[in-house]
């Protein structure tokens, strides 16, 4: 039995999921508007009332839990499933917006012995299975660069709470900090830069930096002032391999200048939302090789922070 925790649209893509794969599960969702929306939606009941409440009437603990509830709430959530006992939970990002909270609840998963994953689902589309593909038989990666450019005339006027705006680089953009370095390798030495503001995000609105992931040279760059849009670029000594968007995958032929673009979506990426069916099959079936457990995101928060110039 799996608890899915939430009931917006993430939860509801995690419903498809697991109705797809047979796998029993009951959702606790909180308010009763978005309750009746995923039941119109899907056709599942929602127990409303939040986390706290159903664990407080004693339920038998399941297998594992999904939780899919929003940003600021993720923390609060995950740390009472783990304290109530449950051995393995797959939590959407950014699991958390500041390290006291991570501490938390890894001090909480060492005396429950649970297992916390965060939901980085871009390590599963195929596009990142042919990069790494391509990236084997290359020999390795020669060098690589990423742009995590999100749209502000997009995000400010979104109904959102000001401190997940203010962490936004944690709450959204660590999806491509995330893939670049599950890719190529984490920083063991960076530069970071930063300037301008926003009236939504006012630590900067423009990033830039350079490192090294072991020999291997990496740049970034993300202007929020101007156009542009996520991007991975992984350099080999026979290939460029471009993702831009992230779901797709050109490759340019050393010696060449035309980009090929390369076919790599399958029925599941049609059928559901990229990534999602591999990464819950990876997690349903403790295959934990490409999941990002907590461990991993305890280091890497520390990254994304420098990168965005957060204090964690």
């Known amino acids: 039995m799996i608890w899915i925790i939430g009931a917006g649209s993430m939860a509801k893509e995690y419903v498809s999921v697991l109705k797809y794969l047979d796998i ?7 308010g009763e508007i978005s309750a009746k929306k995923l039941t119109a939606e899907t056709g599942e009941k929602v127990i409303t009332g939040g986390i706290d409440k159903f664990i407080s009437s004693g339920p038998q603990k399941p297998d594992a839990a999904i939780i899919a509830v929003s940003v600021e709430e993720l923390s609060s959530t995950t740390l009472s499933v783990v304290k109530y006992g449950v051995r393995k939970i797959l939590v959407e990002k ?8 991570l501490e938390l609840i890894a001090k909480a998963c060492l005396e429950n012995a649970s297992k916390v994953f965060i939901a980085y689902n871009r390590r599963f589309f195929n596009s990142t299975k042919l990069t790494r593909q391509i990236i084997e038989e290359d020999g390795g990666v020669t060098s690589f ?7 502000s005339h997009i995000i400010e006027p979104l109904k959102k709470n000001p401190t997940v705006k203010e962490r936004w680089a944690l709450a959204n953009s660590s999806h491509v900090m995330d893939l670049a370095f599950h890719l190529c390798g984490k920083p063991s030495e960076m530069c970071c830069m930063h300037s301008g503001s926003l009236k939504w995000h006012q630590n900067a609105s423009r990033f830039s930096g350079a490192g090294k992931a072991g020999d291997t040279l990496f740049s970034y760059s993300a202007d929020w002032d101007a156009p542009g849009r996520w991007g991975i670029e992984v350099m080999t000594a026979k290939r460029r ?3 831009r ?7 340019q032929e050393k010696g060449k200048i035309a980009l090929i673009p390369t076919e790599c979506k399958d029925q599941y990426e049609e059928k559901f939302k990229p990534g999602l069916m591999r990464q819950i ?5 403790s295959d934990e090789k490409f999941l990002c457990h907590l461990d991993e995101y ?3 928060f520390d990254i994304f922070c420098k990168i965005a110039g957060y204090k964690p």
């Open 94 to 101: 950014p699991l958390c917006l500041f390290k006291n909270e």
């Open 245 to 251: 968007p992230i779901e797709t995958v050109q490759i």
């Open 24 to 30: 029993p599960f009951i959702v606790i969702g909180r």
């Open 281 to 285: 099959e990876a997690f349903i079936s």
């Open 298 to 300: 305890t280091n890497n």
């Open 241 to 243: 391999i471009v993702m």
């Open 145 to 151: 660069s990423f742009e995590f450019t999100e749209w």
